[in-house]
């Protein structure tokens, strides 16, 4: 089944708070790996979900998330 990962979840839900790029840096794959190395010092601690928000009304995040496999 699928973990529902919120914020007061049990262990092995991790989440990625405040995450920016400069915006010098756009379009240059810092933000993906700075989010791929997130997830794999979590799963390397034992995490078995990932959980981040943004603003649903950002003009770019929720579709840069959910390209890298993040569900609204």
């Given amino acids: 089944g699928t973990l529902e990962c919120k914020p007061e979840a049990a262990p092995g839900c991790w989440g990625i708070h405040l995450l ?3 915006p010098s840096g756009a379009g240059s794959g ?3 790996r700075l989010v791929a190395f997130a997830e794999a010092h979590a799963a390397a601690q034992g995490a078995i979900a990932m959980r981040l928000d943004t603003p649903e009304t950002h003009p770019w995040l929720p579709a840069f998330y959910q ?3 993040y569900a609204v």
């Fill in 20 to 22: 920016g790029v400069d």
């Fill in 30 to 32: 810092v933000g993906r």
């Fill in 67 to 69: 390209r890298l496999g």
